[in-house]
């Protein structure tokens, strides 16, 4: 009889011996060999969502096709020195004409979950107006094929495509682009809503606001005064409640609304009674203009404060309509922030990461497992949130293919390992965490990074569109098959 630990270790060097691509990604071994019998020390509940996710600009490509109009992004990538080597997503991908046989992939792996973005300029390619039949079919072909694959489709409303039309309107700036939100949202759930139980307004409004508006290196490339940018952020928050409102009017059958937020991802630097609080009260307050006036319907007195004069105006109406309650909300988690404890009144500190912090390719993408546990938990505990997701976790590494052929990331695979164990830890707690889609089912656009910065579990040749499983997908398709880790 081996004991517990040994059983692990046992475990552990058992499961980096079958690591061979050969052996494992053949459709047999992982699901019914014997690596699925070993002893799964962090096993996840029976039904546990495993997931992978995309964008549509990211992946899509066919920018002309089928009557889709432009947007921001568009004409942000098309213009000269706004993106690393002048990268567009004209074509990125080619999902849209290869989504049938991306299906397979993701089927091969086990996935039991795929969320994916609409553009909603395939749907309304000026904003507004007349609907396009041609761009919400391709929705309805990718749904139908997920659904004959058993792969549940959860669907993205906003991935920071905003049509250029409304731009040119003043895109969110002006209010009528949250309201325009809505009623787009409102047609694409009524038409998908048979089929797609699960719906999320926008993704990261924290940074397509910040970043698109504030530093101006995404799309629209703005760097507005700071009461201006406290306006789009209120007129993001808004579009995302007035966007569950519509969804849940127009849905042809029941379904579930949330979104997919990155809020600052606050964790405590020492897990004891001070330092967690501190985090705590700082996850709150740092995140008191997105997360936080969707979870409560009011700003905090500390961000009025904070903003004085350059507070947003808002209407009681309107504040009634940031806080809907969700159905369920979803974090977009990479990085942790470490906090703590502070003897000032806020109480809290952010520590700044040395110099000789580790961080995956990408230099914002500083590695920090524990965010994968303390987010959900304070999301939870903070605002009684009983059904969550991660609808966002990767990394980028400096992927390079060997000569047989193979992507051997073995950072990747200790990032999602690690992070991977810390979600476990709060699953096992009842932090009510459901599922967990890893970012990316595939390589592709990295917005204004372009494709030098790779985060697919497959690699993608962008010459031939080949995909290619980097040992991270057979790492994540071991995990699926387990439904947990060693
Ligand atoms: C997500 O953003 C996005 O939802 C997804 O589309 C994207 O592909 C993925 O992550 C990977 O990046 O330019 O140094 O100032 C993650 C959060 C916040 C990461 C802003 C990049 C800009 C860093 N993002 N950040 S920097």
Redesign the pocket.
């Known amino acids: 009889m081996l004991n517990r630990l040994s059983r692990r270790t046992f475990a552990k060097l058992f499961s980096s011996a079958a690591l061979a691509p050969s052996a494992l990604y053949s459709t047999e071994s992982a699901a019914a060999g014997f690596a699925s019998a070993l002893p799964a020390a962090h096993s996840f509940p029976k039904g546990f969502l495993w997931g992978s996710a995309t964008?549509a600009y990211?992946v899509e490509g066919a920018v002309k096709e089928d009557g889709r109009g432009p947007s921001i992004w568009d004409t942000f990538s098309h213009t000269p020195g706004k993106t690393n080597m002048g990268d567009t997503g004209d074509v990125a991908d080619d999902h849209y004409h290869l989504y049938k046989s991306d299906i397979q992939l993701m089927k091969e792996m086990g996935l039991k979950t795929y969320r994916f973005s609409v553009s909603w300029t395939r749907v309304f390619p000026s904003g507004t107006g007349s609907p396009n039949p041609r761009g919400l079919d391709f929705y309805n072909r990718l749904v139908d094929e997920l659904l004959a694959n058993n792969i549940t489709p959860y669907c993205t409303l906003f991935?920071w495509d905003l049509p250029q039309t409304l731009e040119d309107k003043g895109g969110w700036q002006s209010r009528d682009t949250s309201e325009a939100f809505a009623s787009y949202a409102g047609y694409v759930a009524e038409r998908l809503s048979d089929r797609v139980k699960h719906f999320m307004t926008l993704?990261?409004m924290r940074?397509f606001v910040d970043?698109g508006y504030g530093r101006g290196?995404h799309a629209p490339g703005l760097e507005l005064a700071p009461a201006a940018l406290n306006q789009v952020r209120h007129h993001a928050v808004l579009a995302h409640g007035l966007g569950v409102q519509a969804i849940r009017a127009h849905a042809k059958a029941e379904v579930k609304v949330g979104l997919a937020e990155?809020p600052e991802a606050c964790a405590p630097i020492i897990e004891n009674a001070e330092h967690i609080a501190a985090a705590s009260k700082a996850f709150r307050e740092e995140n008191a203009g997105y997360l936080t006036v969707v979870m409560e319907g009011r700003y905090t007195d500390a961000y009025l404060e904070h903003h004085g004069a350059n507070a947003p105006k808002f209407t009681a109406a309107e504040m009634k309509a940031i806080g809907t309650p969700v159905d369920f909300v979803g974090l977009?988690i990479?990085t942790a922030t470490w906090v703590r404890a502070d003897s000032t009144p806020k109480g809290y500190a952010i520590i700044p990461a040395p110099k000789s912090y580790p961080h995956m390719m990408?230099?914002?993408l500083t590695v920090g497992p524990q965010a994968l546990y303390w987010t959900p938990k304070f999301t939870a505990d903070l605002w009684k949130v009983k059904e969550l997701y991660i609808t966002?976790n990767g990394a980028s590494s400096a992927d390079v293919m060997t000569p047989d052929g193979q992507v051997y990331d073995s950072d990747r695979v200790m990032y999602l390992r690690n992070y991977l164990t810390q979600l476990h830890r709060g699953v096992s707690e009842g932090v009510p965490v459901k599922g967990y889609f890893c970012?990316?089912f595939m390589d592709n656009y990295?917005?204004?990074d372009g494709y030098a910065y790779r985060?697919g579990l497959h690699y993608v040749d962008f010459k031939t569109q080949k995909r290619t499983p980097k040992m991270s997908a057979h790492f994540y398709k071991e995990v699926i098959a387990r439904n947990g880790l060693a």
């Open positions: 964008a990211q991935h993704n990261e940074s970043l290196i990155n977009n990479y990408s230099p914002w966002e970012w990316s990295e917005w204004a985060f």
